[in-house]
């Protein structure tokens, strides 16, 4: 057979005018009934000089065999191409004008000998009739599953490339082979073809059951094609992995698949198709869902997925999104726009926290962790989470996608925040799976939220994927200015975006502290309409350990002056035990004299039993005389277990005299199990003329820990202090140091202290040292 270029030549040189092509001449002598479609028979080259392609059109009945029996037809799958059908093929003794690609493919297909019967939709289809295009589109899951075999047509081997490459694929499979630089680029030129991001392909070699791929004159096996490719896959760019993954995925299942049964479905849903294929290509936009409908689930059955080029795209567009997400919500889309918005209700599930895409698990499935909400906690969808297996070509799920449940959908679809609004990266999640727990209940209306989606299918020619990073920066009536929302509807649906954010961030915070990828990317990609809420602030400052600091920074940096800093959030940070003061140094950089200090603030940074000095010295610092030191905080600084004594001091410092200590302020200090002793001693001693009440005395007893020093220190401040009944019975009932602290009052009373029948009592109750305290008590009785 001549190369390619010497054919080309004599076309040229043998052409002869052809009378113009009338579909109607072929197509009406063919007329279709139900299950059936056109064949072609390819006539043999029996002269080596022929270079007209001769073919005899002929109708052929699909269910003319058993069920699941294989026919002997081929069916091609190639690529259109974009240039005009330029070239010429007799077809029934007629010119019929094809594009330059298939004319390729049928010279090489054409045998010298043997007629072969193939099916070719640009010849088998009457592209001019669109009724008849929508009766067929049904009949292509049939038409590619029953055929004896799919040829795909990836060319020719333009520039040395195509032919060397399959060569070098069939080698890396069968053989392992190192593959060489030179057979690695002409393999890279090859796998970037249109053919590999063609949307039609992907019906045609899914539901195939034999494969054989062609590049030029040479052929492989398609399940060679794929072990070669996978040989060599860690050479494969990144860009390549969504495109040739997926595609090969299906031509390896090939093989295995059962024989075909005539009306079967595919395995994934609409919505699971699109997902993983929308980005392909197609030359009319309708084709992103028609193409796809030999593969789904839905079924032909569906009304919003009956074939129908006479709509608009932006109508099938809207009926195959409804159909997807469900008759609860609402879809609009526009004619000048490739994007739908989908508003309804949802349940927020939780957040992906970790995308697992390096095979971990060994089961070549990309594994993310889901970390559930309270909401689906509550409704039974696990204590913290759970696991989630994708298709290895999954790459787009990323940290920081939310999983929410649409209501009236069939599964839940996988979002991500764009600004003010929520754009779908997954329609469908996996189906259910061991690490997914059952959901116990359904949810109430006090669990829904207000939602509002984007959803893309990009154009049919486009390279790009169907989610633009440049969205993530947009709001959605940039995205789609046509689109119109109620301003309470708006406002419902941002509260409610604002409530997942709280729920996120809370939950996450007490999980670990830090900022997670997850975390960042819900501040960073946050609509300045969307509010941040108190309870939010409130739990990032209070954070005791991880990273609230870089938290507040972000935020700092996203909403500047907008970022409500309450009294309430001041006080959270003031209580915060190891990290308030850092946190409240940087409130003062950002707000500076604005900050609001209360006293209710300095209570909280006075009992803060870490921090607490250096909280309430850069309060002091910042305010000076203007900070309130009420009789509250004085409190608060004498409980203070670890570093009360040091915050007194600090308050006598700045205060002196004017500091309000109050018998209830002794007592507290006197009762404080830690540091009472030397809280006790800055109060008295800064205070000589302060007066020791009874109750001051009964706290000192009755303190477990330091009650012995403290008495001993009031009654060398005070000889003459007053032992009441109410004292005693606190030492009695003293579980820690209780004994010494009886010592210690008969030693200074001896007979004259007050042993009551309700002294005796809390004597006898004391688990630890009753039994002592009782001998003193007796010794003391009868002496």
Same mark, same amino acid.
């Given at each position: 057979?001549?190369?390619?270029?010497?054919?080309?030549?004599?076309?040229?040189?043998?052409?002869?005018?052809?009378?113009?092509?009338?579909?109607?001449?072929?197509?009406?002598?063919?007329?279709?009934?139900?299950?059936?479609?056109?064949?072609?028979?390819?006539?043999?080259?029996?002269?080596?000089?022929?270079?007209?392609?001769?073919?005899?059109?002929?109708?052929?009945?699909?269910?003319?065999?058993?069920?699941?029996?294989?026919?002997?037809?081929?069916?091609?799958?190639?690529?259109?191409?974009?240039?005009?059908?330029?070239?010429?093929?007799?077809?029934?003794?007629?010119?019929?004008?094809?594009?330059?690609?298939?004319?390729?493919?049928?010279?090489?297909?054409?045998?010298?000998?043997?007629?072969?019967?193939?099916?070719?939709?640009?010849?088998?289809?009457?592209?001019?009739?669109?009724?008849?295009?929508?009766?067929?589109?049904?009949?292509?899951?049939?038409?590619?599953?029953?055929?004896?075999?799919?040829?795909?047509?990836?060319?020719?081997?333009?520039?040395?490339?195509?032919?060397?490459?399959?060569?070098?694929?069939?080698?890396?499979?069968?053989?392992?082979?190192?593959?060489?630089?030179?057979?690695?680029?002409?393999?890279?030129?090859?796998?970037?073809?249109?053919?590999?991001?063609?949307?039609?392909?992907?019906?045609?070699?899914?539901?195939?059951?034999?494969?054989?791929?062609?590049?030029?004159?040479?052929?492989?096996?398609?399940?060679?094609?794929?072990?070669?490719?996978?040989?060599?896959?860690?050479?494969?760019?990144?860009?390549?992995?969504?495109?040739?993954?997926?595609?090969?995925?299906?031509?390896?299942?090939?093989?295995?698949?059962?024989?075909?049964?005539?009306?079967?479905?595919?395995?994934?849903?609409?919505?699971?198709?699109?997902?993983?294929?929308?980005?392909?290509?197609?030359?009319?936009?309708?084709?992103?869902?028609?193409?796809?409908?030999?593969?789904?689930?839905?079924?032909?059955?569906?009304?919003?997925?009956?074939?129908?080029?006479?709509?608009?795209?932006?109508?099938?567009?809207?009926?195959?999104?409804?159909?997807?997400?469900?008759?609860?919500?609402?879809?609009?889309?526009?004619?000048?726009?490739?994007?739908?918005?989908?508003?309804?209700?949802?349940?927020?599930?939780?957040?992906?926290?970790?995308?697992?895409?390096?095979?971990?698990?060994?089961?070549?499935?990309?594994?993310?962790?889901?970390?559930?909400?309270?909401?689906?906690?509550?409704?039974?969808?696990?204590?913290?989470?759970?696991?989630?297996?994708?298709?290895?070509?999954?790459?787009?799920?990323?940290?920081?996608?939310?999983?929410?449940?649409?209501?009236?959908?069939?599964?839940?679809?996988?979002?991500?925040?764009?600004?003010?609004?929520?754009?779908?990266?997954?329609?469908?999640?996996?189906?259910?799976?061991?690490?997914?727990?059952?959901?116990?209940?359904?949810?109430?209306?006090?669990?829904?939220?207000?939602?509002?989606?984007?959803?893309?299918?990009?154009?049919?020619?486009?390279?790009?994927?169907?989610?633009?990073?440049?969205?993530?920066?947009?709001?959605?009536?940039?995205?789609?200015?046509?689109?119109?929302?109620?301003?309470?509807?708006?406002?419902?649906?941002?509260?409610?975006?604002?409530?997942?954010?709280?729920?996120?961030?809370?939950?996450?915070?007490?999980?670990?502290?830090?900022?997670?990828?997850?975390?960042?990317?819900?501040?960073?990609?946050?609509?300045?309409?969307?509010?941040?809420?108190?309870?939010?602030?409130?739990?990032?400052?209070?954070?005791?350990?991880?990273?609230?600091?870089?938290?507040?920074?972000?935020?700092?940096?996203?909403?500047? $002056?907008? =970022? #409500?800093?309450? %009294?309430?959030? /001041?006080?959270? &940070? @003031?209580?915060?035990? *190891?990290? +308030? !003061?850092?946190?409240?140094?940087?409130?003062?950089?950002?707000?500076?004299?604005?900050?609001?200090?209360?006293?209710?603030?300095?209570?909280?940074?006075?009992?803060?039993?870490?921090?607490?000095?250096?909280?309430?010295?850069?309060?002091?610092?910042?305010?000076?005389?203007?900070?309130?030191?009420?009789?509250?905080?004085?409190?608060?600084?004498?409980?203070?277990?670890?570093?009360?004594?040091?915050?007194?001091?600090?308050?006598?410092?700045?205060?002196? $005299?004017? =500091? #309000?200590?109050? %018998?209830?302020? /002794?007592?507290? &200090? @006197?009762?404080?199990? *830690?540091? +009472? !002793?030397?809280?006790?001693?800055?109060?008295?001693?800064?205070?000589?003329?302060?007066?020791?009440?009874?109750?001051?005395?009964?706290?000192?007893?009755?303190?477990?820990?330091?009650?012995?020093?403290?008495?001993?220190?009031?009654?060398?401040?005070?000889?003459?202090?007053?032992?009441?009944?109410?004292?005693?019975?606190?030492?009695?009932?003293?579980?820690?140091?209780?004994?010494?602290?009886?010592?210690?009052?008969?030693?200074?009373?001896?007979?004259?202290?007050?042993?009551?029948?309700?002294?005796?009592?809390?004597?006898? &109750?004391?688990?630890?040292?009753?039994?002592?305290?009782?001998?003193?008590?007796?010794?003391?009785?009868?002496?």
């Amino acid at each position: 057979m001549p190369n390619f270029t010497e054919w080309k030549a004599r076309i040229r040189r043998q052409a002869k005018p052809h009378p113009k092509f009338q579909p109607h001449d072929v197509y009406s002598a063919t007329p279709l009934t139900p299950n059936t479609t056109r064949v072609i028979r390819l006539l043999p080259q029996r002269e080596p000089t022929t270079t007209q392609i001769k073919c005899e059109l002929f109708t052929y009945n699909l269910s003319g065999k058993q069920s699941g029996e294989r026919h002997l037809y081929e069916a091609v799958s190639y690529v259109w191409g974009t240039g005009p059908r330029c070239h010429s093929i007799t077809l029934n003794n007629c010119a019929f004008p094809v594009t330059e690609n298939l004319h390729a493919a049928l010279w090489h297909l054409r045998d010298r000998q043997l007629e072969r019967v193939l099916w070719v939709d640009a010849v088998c289809i009457n592209q001019d009739d669109n009724k008849e295009k929508e009766r067929q589109i049904p009949l292509m899951r049939t038409i590619y599953a029953q055929a004896g075999r799919v040829i795909v047509w990836l060319g020719l081997p333009l520039d040395g490339h195509g032919d060397q490459a399959l060569g070098s694929i069939r080698q890396a499979g069968g053989e392992g082979l190192t593959v060489m630089e030179d057979d690695y680029t002409s393999v890279m030129v090859l796998l970037r073809r249109d053919w590999f991001r063609r949307m039609w392909i992907l019906q045609e070699v899914g539901v195939a059951r034999s494969v054989v791929v062609m590049c030029g004159s040479v052929q492989i096996d398609g399940h060679a094609f794929c072990q070669g490719l996978a040989g060599m896959d860690h050479l494969l760019p990144v860009d390549l992995h969504p495109i040739i993954h997926p595609v090969v995925q299906l031509i390896r299942g090939a093989p295995y698949r059962p024989k075909y049964q005539l009306h079967s479905r595919g395995v994934f849903s609409m919505g699971e198709l699109l997902d993983m294929y929308r980005s392909c290509r197609a030359t009319l936009q309708h084709d992103k869902i028609y193409a796809l409908l030999g593969l789904s689930l839905d079924g032909l059955d569906a009304p919003a997925l009956q074939p129908d080029y006479s709509l608009p795209w932006h109508e099938v567009f809207q009926r195959a999104t409804a159909h997807i997400f469900g008759a609860s919500c609402t879809v609009k889309t526009w004619p000048e726009s490739h994007t739908a918005v989908i508003t309804g209700k949802c349940l927020f599930l939780g957040q992906i926290t970790s995308v697992d895409q390096d095979n971990n698990h060994g089961d070549g499935q990309v594994h993310v962790w889901v970390h559930c909400t309270t909401a689906a906690q509550s409704l039974g969808y696990g204590e913290h989470g759970w696991d989630w297996a994708f298709p290895p070509f999954s790459e787009s799920v990323r940290e920081g996608d939310i999983v929410c449940h649409l209501q009236g959908a069939a599964r839940p679809s996988i979002v991500r925040l764009c600004q003010d609004h929520f754009t779908v990266i997954k329609t469908s999640a996996p189906s259910a799976s061991p690490g997914e727990p059952d959901r116990q209940s359904n949810p109430s209306e006090d669990h829904l939220s207000n939602i509002a989606l984007t959803f893309t299918i990009p154009p049919g020619s486009s390279n790009n994927s169907y989610y633009d990073e440049a969205e993530q920066s947009t709001e959605l009536l940039t995205i789609t200015p046509s689109y119109h929302e109620d301003p309470s509807t708006e406002t419902k649906r941002l509260h409610d975006t604002a409530a997942l954010l709280e729920d996120r961030f809370v939950r996450s915070l007490h999980y670990n502290g830090n900022m997670s990828p997850a975390l960042q990317h819900l501040i960073s990609q946050c609509s300045p309409k969307v509010p941040i809420s108190e309870q939010l602030l409130q739990s990032v400052v209070s954070c005791p350990t991880g990273e609230p600091i870089q938290i507040m920074q972000l935020l700092f940096q996203k909403r500047g $002056d907008k =970022l #409500p800093i309450t %009294e309430s959030i /001041v006080r959270a &940070a @003031a209580a915060n035990s *190891r990290l +308030g !003061y850092p946190i409240l140094q940087l409130l003062f950089q950002k707000r500076g004299e604005s900050l609001p200090v209360s006293e209710q603030v300095v209570v909280a940074a006075a009992g803060n039993t870490d921090k607490g000095c250096q909280i309430m010295s850069l309060l002091f610092e910042q305010r000076g005389w203007g900070l309130v030191i009420s009789e509250e905080a004085v409190v608060a600084a004498a409980g203070n277990y670890w570093s009360g004594h040091q915050i007194l001091r600090l308050f006598f410092e700045q205060r002196g $005299d004017n =500091l #309000p200590i109050s %018998e209830r302020v /002794v007592e507290t &200090a @006197a009762g404080n199990t *830690r540091c +009472g !002793y030397e809280t006790v001693k800055v109060l008295l001693q800064q205070r000589k003329s302060l007066q020791i009440s009874d109750g001051v005395v009964t706290e000192a007893a009755g303190n477990p820990r330091h009650g012995h020093d403290i008495m001993r220190f009031l009654f060398a401040r005070d000889k003459d202090l007053a032992i009441s009944e109410n004292v005693v019975k606190a030492a009695a009932e003293n579980g820690g140091n209780g004994y010494e602290i009886m010592l210690l009052l008969l030693e200074k009373r001896g007979k004259r202290l007050p042993i009551s029948d309700e002294v005796v009592k809390a004597a006898q &109750a004391n688990s630890l040292y009753g039994h002592d305290i009782m001998q003193l008590l007796a010794s003391a009785q009868s002496a």
